[in-house]
């Protein structure tokens, strides 16, 4: 296992995947004139209508940054791949719990905003990141 790797590749994978879903939202409130969180309750329309989206983001997204990873190992396992997606469904988790609910910022989402309004999208998500090395494995086979 090469965890210097394995958290930059979960790093960049998440940076993507935020940024995707960044651009989705203002294309949204942009061109498709959607109502954003100043015009609406919550994080506006815009923000809402791509909420069953998310999870396709990162089922495309976090394979290819998989696949690097696995690319990059001296052995190719399985096992490695499995191992690898465990680790970053937890650290998702633990960035998601930081980073969207416990520290203050604008667009900061309470516990039940974030795990249970947010249901089925954000469980689903999780499991698209653990999966994304193992897909990623089989794609380097």
Known sequence: MNVGMLFLWLLVGYV?????GIGHT????KVLHMQSMKESEGLGEGYEKTKPWHPL????????????????LDQVSL?????????????SMLIDLFGWVLIPHPLQLT????????????????VAIFLGPVIGYFLAR
Request: charged share 5%; aromatic share 26%; hydrophobic share 65%.
């Open 26 to 29: 203002v294309f949204n409130i």
């Open 57 to 72: 983001y990162n089922i495309i997204i976090f394979p290819i940054f998989g696949w690097l990873y696995v690319s990059g």
């Open 111 to 126: 516990f039940k905003q974030f795990y249970v309004e947010y249901q089925p999208w954000i469980t689903i998500i999780y």
């Open 16 to 20: 993507v995947v935020t940024w995707v």
């Open 79 to 91: 096992g490695a791949a499995l191992v690898a997606g465990v680790i970053w469904a937890a650290a």
